[in-house]
């Protein structure tokens, strides 16, 4: 059922598309954070601090997957 993905139907008052890109903001805002989290981390602790980079790199990654999706359904 197609309509349940078009990017132009409204939830809690904004577009799919507009959730989408603020998800990806905030996972792109969650990696820089990460990243200097791992700069200023005590040796000891750079492991986790690294697999925690990673965790959220993976999370903008798929976040930036279902915005590319939205648009090119958008575009057809």
Avoid: C
């Amino acid at each position: 059922m197609r309509f349940f993905n078009h990017p132009r139907r409204q939830f809690g008052g904004r577009s799919l598309q507009a959730r989408a890109m603020r998800a990806w903001r905030a996972s792109a805002d969650l990696v820089w954070t990460r990243w200097e989290v791992l700069g200023e981390v005590a040796p000891e602790l750079r492991p986790t601090a690294f697999a925690a980079y990673v965790s959220a790199l993976d999370a903008e990654a798929s976040a930036a997957a279902k915005l590319a999706e939205i648009n090119i359904g958008h575009a057809l």
